[in-house]
């Protein structure tokens, strides 16, 4: 029972506490949700730190970097959607380095494809016994033959002014390569 000096302006007291139940289940829901996305990013960030090679499986990996981007994209209003397929597979590298190489093709495609807006990014893992195969697809504004020729090199951005280092795109070539 509530105590007598509880009153509310207008307001049903089984309202007042209906709505501080909805919004202690949404604060608990987003702070599961932060305390999750701090675990994968100390993670990866683990990961990237250590320049171990070691035998993994890339599909856990894979699935953190894009749960770490998920609601950056759904801040604005994109999509991401994981397209997983084939048997499993051993990689021996550094986990950390395909962390950072699905970070940076998730987040050029985010910045640079729609502009910050709304739109979809989509991911294919394809696996055999020996390999992983990634393939990023958007249906963003594309970009001319310039850039695509150059898209590997230091410094090429189709976001200068805006935030585009040009850098994104070279580490990634620099990694997988």
Not at 79 to 101: F, W
Not at 141 to 159: Q, S, Y
């Amino acid at each position: 029972a509530l105590p007598p000096t509880v009153t509310t302006e207008g307001g049903e007291v089984a309202t007042v506490l209906a709505d501080m139940k909805e919004a202690n289940q949404l604060l608990v829901r987003n702070v599961t949700a932060a305390a999750t996305l701090v675990r994968s990013f100390k993670s990866m960030a683990v990961d990237q730190a250590q320049d171990s090679v070691e035998a993994f499986d890339p599909a856990p990996v894979i699935h953190d970097a894009l749960g770490s981007l998920a609601h950056v994209l759904r801040q604005k209003g994109q999509t991401l959607e994981h397209e997983v397929s084939g048997e499993p597979v051993t990689l021996t590298n550094n986990p950390g380095r395909l962390s950072q190489v699905v970070n940076n093709l998730v987040l050029n495609a985010s910045h640079h494809a729609y502009d910050e807006g709304p739109g979809t990014i989509v991911v294919r893992q394809r696996t055999t016994a020996t390999h992983l195969e990634l393939e990023f697809e958007d249906k963003g504004k594309g970009m001319d033959d310039r850039v695509a020729r150059r898209i590997f090199e230091p410094f090429v951005t189709t976001a200068k002014g805006k935030g585009g280092s040009g850098l994104g795109m070279s580490i990634v070539h620099q990694i997988v390569t």
